[in-house]
T-cell receptor
């Protein structure tokens, strides 16, 4: 157990649907990062939150949104799902400076059919 | 966005041999990190080397960094079958925000 909890582990849904992925960071970590991992694109940075505020945005589609709540857990919302959104979605957390490296969750495997 | 590029894409060796993976990047960095990922699992942080460091060791891992060549290498000595995994380098591209950019990884297979 890395200390970062992601739910659900697996998700199968149809095109056009909306899903929410949840992440609880490691205790004490204020930064949360979301990544998408697919075979053709590799690990793509989506978005970062720090203590409830959006800190940086990467290759996140407009159909995707995220937020970090006062208890520091984060949710990634994916809407109008397409087949190409099928991927592993990882959440990672780090301390204030991130200098010690990320702690990753075990990921949510999303399959869009 | 810039990413580290690992080389080779795949590496296959016997137990007991050393495995060397390389990473090249394009921008200035504050630090470079290496991660390991077992198939379908989350990434695990292995080691971080700062831009003012040239070499770092952790157990059977040795990482070097050459900022003039914008390259790093990860050496795993006396490899074991359990080292079979994908290995990724990640850089901060000089940002202090904390976000990392990952390469596509090297798939290491260690045969017993």
């Amino acid at each position: 157990d890395s200390g970062v909890t992601q739910t659900p582990k697996h998700l199968i849904t149809a095109t056009g649907q909306r899903v929410t992925l949840r992440c609880s960071p490691r205790s004490g970590d204020l930064s949360v990062y979301w990544y998408q991992q697919s075979l053709d694109q590799g690990l793509q940075f989506l978005i970062q939150y720090y203590n409830g505020e959006e800190r940086a945005k990467g290759n996140i589609l407009e159909r995707f949104s995220a937020q970090q709540f006062p208890d520091l857990h984060s949710e990634l919302n994916l809407s109008s799902l397409e087949l190409g959104d099928s991927a592993l979605y990882f959440c990672a957390s780090s301390d204030r400076r991130g200098g010690g490296g990320y702690t990753f969750g075990s990921g949510t495997r999303l399959t869009v059919v | 966005s810039q990413q580290g590029e690992e080389d080779p894409q795949a590496l296959s060796i016997q137990e007991g041999e050393n495995a060397t993976m390389n990473c090249s990047y394009k921008t200035s960095i504050n630090n470079l990190q290496w991660y390991r990922q077992n198939s379908g699992r989350g990434l695990v942080h292995l080691i971080l080397i700062r831009s003012n460091e040239r070499e770092k060791h952790s157990g059977r891992l040795r990482v070097t960094l050459d900022t003039s060549k914008k390259s790093s290498s990860l050496l795993i000595t006396a490899s074991r079958a359990a080292d079979t995994a994908s290995y990724f380098c990640a850089t901060d591209e000089g940002s202090t925000l904390g976000r990392l950019y990952f390469g596509r990884g090297t798939q290491l297979t260690v045969w017993p």
